[in-house]
C-alpha cells in the first residue's frame, strides 16, 4: 500500500486540487439529475453525489453547486428526477455535465407522472418529490421523497479518479482470474 501524502486541513489552508484528488478515489456511479422548470423547459446536470439516505420513508440525495447554471431551477424545483446511467451512456453524462443549450434535444426522455424529465434505457430512475433543501458550503444538498422508480439489468456507470470505468469489464477481469486459478 502507498501513501501518496498525508494531508492535514486547518480552516484557512486547504490545497483543492489536492482534496479533490483525494475524494475521487471514492468509486461512485453517474446520474444526471434532471427537473421541469416553472417556464415548462427542462433542466439536468451530471450528478455523481447521489446518495440513498432513508428506506422508510424513502428519500435520496443528492448535491447541486451554487455555481451551476441549473442551480436556481433545482433549488425552485418542487420535484426532480435521478437517471442512473449506463455503460453506453458516457456521451449522456458528458452532454449533461457541458454548457450545451439544449442537452434534451440530444437524448431521448419522456416527462413522467409530476413532469420531471425521464432519460431512456438508464440502468434505474427515480422520480422524487422535494422533500428538503439543506444549504451546505458551495452546495445545496436537495433530499427528495421517492414516488416511483423503475430499474432495468443494464451495466452502471462507474466513475473514480475523474474517469470513467466499465464495471462489467471488471467483472469479467475478475472472472477469467478466476477461471485461471
Ligand atoms: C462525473 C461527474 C459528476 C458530477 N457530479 C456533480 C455533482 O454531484 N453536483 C454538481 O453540482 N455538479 C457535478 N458535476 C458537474 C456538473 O455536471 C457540471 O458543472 C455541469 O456543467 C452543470 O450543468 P449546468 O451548468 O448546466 O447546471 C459532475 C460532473 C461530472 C462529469
Known sequence: ???????????????????????????????????????GTPRGL??????????????????VAK?????TAFANAAHFAVNVLTES????????????VDKFAQIQWYA???????IRDTAASFDCRMHQIVEAG????????VL???????????YFRSIYVNLSLSKNVSACVQLAH
Open 112 to 118: 413522467c407522472c409530476t413532469g420531471s424529465p425521464v
Open 89 to 100: 451512456q458516457k456521451k449522456i453524462s458528458d452532454l449533461f455535465s457541458s454548457k450545451s
Open 148 to 158: 416511483s422508480f423503475s430499474y432495468t439489468n443494464a451495466m452502471p456507470l462507474g
Open 1 to 39: 500500500m502507498f501513501l501518496w501524502g498525508l494531508r492535514l486541513i486547518n480552516e484557512f489552508a486547504v490545497d483543492a486540487d489536492e482534496y479533490r484528488r483525494a475524494l475521487s478515489t471514492f468509486v461512485t456511479g453517474v446520474t444526471v439529475v434532471t427537473t421541469l422548470q416553472t417556464n
Open 46 to 63: 451530471t450528478a455523481n453525489s447521489f446518495t440513498s439516505v432513508s428506506l422508510d420513508p424513502p428519500l435520496v440525495l443528492v448535491c
Open 138 to 145: 458551495d452546495h445545496t444538498i436537495l433530499i427528495g421523497r
Open 67 to 71: 455555481r451551476a447554471s441549473s442551480y
